[in-house]
C-alpha cells in the first residue's frame, strides 16, 4: 500500500555533548500512564513493562494502557534482537520514571540516546515540558521541573517528533475506517482526538488530521469506496471549561448533520491506547447516532513499524 508523503514542518531536537562516531545507541520510549503509585519501587533490574506486570491483579483492565505500549515495545525489541536497546518510560512529566529508562539504558552501555514520544502529536505543551526536563531546550518562564541527570559517557541526546503526519498513523486509521464501514458513499469519517490546550497548537493537530483523511479517501477512491465526506475534530480535555463544551457542541453538532443528511457517522477515536478518553468521546455523543470502532492505535503492528523506522532513519 502506498501513499503520498505530506511533509508538515517540525524537526528532531538533538542536544549534544561531545558526541562520538562510535556513539551507542539506547531508546527511550515516551507515553501516557502512570508509575506514580510505584515510584518506591524502581529497581535497576527491571524495566517499567516488567514492573507494571508485577503489580497487576486479577483485575484485566488494570494497566491496560501501560500493558498495550509494552506490547509494542516487546515487538520493537524482537526486532532489533538487542542490538539497540529499547525502554519505556511512562508519565507527563514524571521524571523518576524518565530517569529510571535513561539509566537502565546507561547500564547497558548506551552513550547516545534517542527519545521517541508514542504520542499523536508534537504540537503539545506536555512534549514541550518533557524537552525542557530531559535538557533539550531551556525551560521557560517561571515553571521549573526536576530535570533528567546524565551521566558524562551520555555524549547526544536526540528527541524525536511525535506520530503528527506519520504514514504508518495513516495506514491504521485507514484499517479501522475500512472495519466501520459498509455504505461508504453514504458515510461521513469523523477523526476525533484528544487535542491540546492551545488554539494553535489545535490547528496543526487538525491539519496533520486533515492529511490523514486525506490519504485515507485517496486510497479507497482506488476502488471507489471512498466516503461522501471526512471530518476532523479534537475535544480538548484539558483547555478551560468553555472551550470543552464549543467543542462538544461541534462533535455532536458534525453527527447530527450526517445523521440529517441521511447518512451514517462513523466516529474513529486518534488515540494511542485504551484508558478513558474514549469514554469522555461517547458520553459527549450520548443520545445521537453514529457507530464507532472500540479499538486503539496500540498494540497496531504499524505504530512497532513506525518506532523502528524512527530508529532506523539517522
Known amino acids: 500500500m502506498k501513499f503520498l508523503t505530506a511533509i508538515l514542518f517540525t524537526t528532531t531536537i538533538v542536544a549534544t555533548m561531545n558526541a562520538s562516531a562510535d556513539d551507542v545507541e539506547g531508546v527511550l520510549v515516551l507515553a501516557h500512564g502512570s508509575m506514580m503509585h510505584l515510584r518506591g519501587d524502581f529497581p535497576r533490574d527491571k524495566s517499567q513493562c516488567q514492573i507494571v506486570k508485577e503489580h497487576q491483579t486479577t483485575n484485566s483492565s488494570e494497566h491496560k494502557w501501560e500493558n498495550a505500549i509494552c506490547a509494542v515495545v516487546e515487538e520493537v525489541n524482537k526486532i532489533k534482537k538487542a542490538a539497540i536497546p529499547v525502554e519505556a518510560a511512562f508519565g507527563m512529566t514524571e521524571v523518576e520514571s ?30 514541550r515540558q518533557q524537552k525542557e526536563i530531559f535538557g533539550i531546550t531551556k525551560f521557560r518562564g517561571d515553571h521549573q521541573h526536576d530535570k533528567v541527570v546524565y551521566p558524562k559517557a551520555v555524549t547526544k541526546v536526540i528527541y524525536e517528533n511525535a506520530l503528527d503526519d506519520a504514514i504508518e498513523l ?76 464549543a467543542k462538544t457542541r461541534a462533535l455532536r453538532q458534525l453527527v447530527a448533520q450526517a445523521t440529517q443528511r441521511g447518512h451514517r457517522a462513523l466516529i474513529l477515536p486518534v488515540l494511542i491506547a485504551p484508558g478513558s478518553i474514549e469514554n469522555g468521546i461517547l458520553e459527549r455523543l450520548r443520545g445521537l447516532n453514529f457507530d464507532y470502532v472500540g479499538h486503539m492505535l496500540t498494540p497496531d503492528p504499524e505504530m512497532t513499524t513506525w518506532i523502528v523506522n524512527q530508529i532506523n532513519r539517522n
Open 170 to 245: 495513516s495506514r491504521v486509521l485507514l484499517q479501522r475506517a475500512k472495519e466501520l464501514s459498509r455504505y461508504p458513499q453514504i458515510e461521513e469519517l469523523i477523526l476525533v482526538g484528544h487535542g491540546p490546550v492551545s488554539y494553535e497548537d489545535d490547528a496543526m493537530w487538525v491539519r496533520n488530521f486533515d492529511i490523514h483523511n486525506q490519504r485515507i479517501q485517496d486510497e479507497l477512491r482506488k476502488t471507489n469506496a471512498h466516503f461522501n465526506t471526512v471530518h476532523a475534530i479534537t475535544v480538548q480535555d484539558d483547555a478551560p471549561n468553555d472551550v470543552r463544551e
Open 98 to 127: 524518565f530517569q529510571h529508562g535513561v539509566d537502565r539504558l546507561v547500564s547497558s552501555g548506551m552513550t547516545k540516546l534517542r527519545i521517541i514520544p508514542l504520542y499523536i502529536s508534537t504540537y503539545s505543551g506536555v512534549i
